[in-house]
């Protein structure tokens, strides 16, 4: 089955070339699409140079309409699973086929990667981790269904989701409201353990305050789209 790994970036000049050549060992098994989020660093120049496969989006439209652009891409050149990657080499490529095996095996339409199953690798801030503990309650709350990592941006999915969510995807901080859609429409997910990085260089864009921000904004977002949805 044709895989296409979507790697979004917004201002990681430092970070992405080792991203991609972090990948060239499995360029043989997939593609990738580097989505460039109007960049303001040397984003576009780097990924220009290396003569990478890339879109450059004319205007800032954040993680949200970075990742709906690649599943956009996906759908239109016919890919029948896409894998979510994060261009700041957090994320190991050892991972991906783990990723896709319950896809292929016809177990999951969503399977995400969960750095928090097995507690290896980095674990992200104390902050980050108590906003991810309330948005797992609000979940499940809401789906009735466990997930311990909602905010990976380490994950894949099948030809039908690619289709939903090429057309239905949350714009602001998506991760935990696309799983909510994926339950609440009826999508199959399960989770895998993986091992996470620490981000190589340069800054997160999600600081403490955002973080707090975020737990807040996403929680009513999935309370409100479960309210809607009955």
């Known amino acids: 089955m044709q895989t296409l790994v979507i790697i979004p970036a917004f201002n990681e000049e430092e970070n992405i070339t080792e991203t991609v050549s972090s990948l060239i060992p499995y360029l043989g098994k997939y593609h990738y699409l580097i989505l460039n989020d109007c960049s303001n660093d040397n984003t576009k120049e780097i990924l220009q140079e290396g003569n990478y496969n890339f879109i450059d989006l004319p205007i800032n439209l954040g993680i949200g309409g970075a990742i709906q652009t690649g599943y956009r891409y996906a759908e239109t050149h016919g890919y029948e699973i ?31 990667g969960s750095r928090f199953l097995t507690g290896e690798g980095f674990q992200s801030t104390g902050i980050r981790r108590f906003g991810i503990q309330i948005l797992q309650s609000v979940i499940k709350i809401c789906t009735n269904q466990v997930v311990t990592d909602s905010t990976s941006g380490f994950r894949a999915i099948n030809n039908q989701l690619v289709t939903f969510f090429a057309k239905n995807y949350a714009q602001d901080y998506p991760e935990p409201e696309s799983i909510t859609a994926a339950i609440v429409n009826g999508y199959r997910i399960i989770e895998i353990p993986v091992v996470m990085k620490e981000r190589r260089k340069g800054k997160s864009s999600i600081t403490n305050l955002k ?16 309210v809607i949805k009955k």
Do not use: R, T
């Open 82 to 112: 896409v894998v979510q990657f994060d261009g700041d080499g957090q994320h190991d490529p050892l991972f991906i086929d783990s990723l896709i095996e319950p896809i292929l095996n016809g177990e999951a339409d969503l399977v995400i």
């Open 211 to 226: 973080s707090i921000y975020y737990m807040i904004k996403v929680s009513l977002a999935i309370m409100l789209y479960k």
